[in-house]
């Protein structure tokens, strides 16, 4: 009963759809979507020689079984190439992969994020240790070794990480559900959110193999610098700026979590190789 004004005309509702099967392949929609008859669309000259337009026929059958076969029959009475015939599983499967595609994408979107949370976390654990040097070289006046210090400051830096994960882990388990209502009203498909305990073990298992390769070569640079200069009351030292090979090799596991996750995500070796390969070369030349 309600009226619409479209271009120059005005239109009323005669019916609202509550549900629609064949938005299976129209993705987002950022409104309702309107059918409009054949007669207003002629009347309103909307449709031209410019116009790219479609037609779609859906047929029910009633002998589901036999789809293949009238699928078949169908297709040999059109010899217009631009005539498809598809069946409701097949436009299913293609929604999918389409999804599929879009979350392998939005998967890398992540990981982006991931890298630069760690690029951040790198420079927050080398600032909190060059805020210990002096702590580090009393300790070792008074007959604690380096070694001991250093393990207890990288068990400091591996509680923090673990809290923050927690933390992220039950900000998730929070606003997930409502960012899922949100976005539900533009997807034709039924969200739900979802938190398994691998995701959980994934998430503690990233921030922990983060964690460590970003603290552990760090901790061995401050553990080079001599006990005189960590006394030194200039804070600008820095942390023993030369950086041995042995230090970069603290960073493998990091670095090979990091690759198979890219190849995980997004199902092929060659993309995930493709973005591992690119993202590193970026960290490096920055």
Same mark, same amino acid.
């Given at each position: 009963?309600?009226?619409?004004? !479209?271009d120059?005309?005005?239109?009323?509702?005669?019916a609202?759809?509550e549900?629609?099967?064949?938005?299976?392949?129209?993705?987002f929609?950022?409104?309702?979507? @309107?059918y409009?008859g054949?007669?207003?669309i002629?009347?309103?000259?909307?449709?031209?020689?410019?116009?790219?337009?479609?037609d779609?026929?859906?047929?029910?059958i009633?002998?589901?079984?036999?789809?293949?076969?009238?699928?078949a029959d169908?297709?040999?009475l059109?010899s217009?190439?631009?005539?498809?015939v598809t069946?409701?599983?097949?436009?299913?499967?293609d929604?999918?992969r389409?999804f599929?595609?879009?979350s392998?994408?939005?998967?890398?979107v992540s990981?982006?994020?991931? !890298?630069?949370a760690?690029?951040?976390?790198?420079?927050?654990?080398q600032?909190f240790?060059?805020?210990k040097?002096?702590?580090?070289?009393i300790?070792?006046? !008074?007959g604690?070794?380096?070694?001991?210090?250093?393990?207890?400051?990288?068990?400091?830096?591996?509680i923090?990480? $673990?809290a923050?994960c927690?933390?992220?882990?039950?900000l998730?388990?929070?606003l997930?559900?409502?960012?899922?209502q949100?976005?539900?009203?533009?997807?034709?498909?039924?969200?739900?959110f979802?938190?398994?305990g691998?995701?959980?073990?994934?998430?503690?298992g990233l921030?922990l193999?983060?964690?460590?390769s970003l603290a552990?070569?760090?901790?061995?640079r401050?553990?080079?610098?001599?006990?005189?200069?960590? !006394?030194?009351?200039?804070?600008? @030292?820095?942390m023993?700026s030369?950086?041995?090979w042995d230090?970069?090799?603290?960073?493998?596991?990091?670095?090979i979590?990091?690759?198979?996750?890219?190849?995980?995500i997004?199902h092929?070796?060659?993309?995930g190789?493709?973005?591992?390969?690119a $993202?590193?070369?970026?960290v490096?030349?920055?």
């Open positions: 009963g309600d009226s619409l004004r !479209l120059r005309f005005q239109f009323s509702l005669d609202r759809i549900d629609d099967p064949t938005r299976g392949a129209g993705f929609a950022v409104a309702p979507r @309107l409009i054949f007669e207003a002629e009347k309103s000259g909307w449709i031209g020689s410019q116009a790219t337009l479609s779609t026929v859906f047929v029910k009633a002998n589901p079984s036999a789809l293949a076969t009238v699928k169908m297709e040999k059109f217009d190439p631009g005539v498809r069946t409701a599983e097949r436009a299913a499967l929604a999918i389409t599929n595609y879009l392998d994408y939005l998967g890398l990981l982006v994020a991931y !890298l630069l760690a690029i951040g976390c790198g420079y927050l654990i600032t240790l060059q805020g040097r002096k702590e580090v070289a300790l070792n006046a !008074l604690v070794g380096k070694s001991r210090a250093m393990a207890g400051y990288f068990l400091q830096v591996l923090l990480s $673990s923050a927690v933390a992220s882990i039950a998730a388990r929070v997930g559900p409502l960012v899922v949100f976005v539900r009203p533009f997807i034709p498909l039924a969200l739900e979802q938190m398994t691998t995701d959980v073990t994934m998430a503690i921030t193999v983060s964690a460590f552990w070569p760090l901790l061995r401050l553990e080079r610098v001599e006990t005189k200069k960590l !006394l030194n009351e200039d804070n600008s @030292l820095d023993d030369r950086v041995r230090d970069l090799l603290w960073t493998l596991p990091g670095l979590a990091f690759y198979a996750l890219s190849i995980g997004s092929s070796w060659k993309v190789s493709i973005f591992f390969f $993202s590193l070369a970026i490096i030349s920055r």
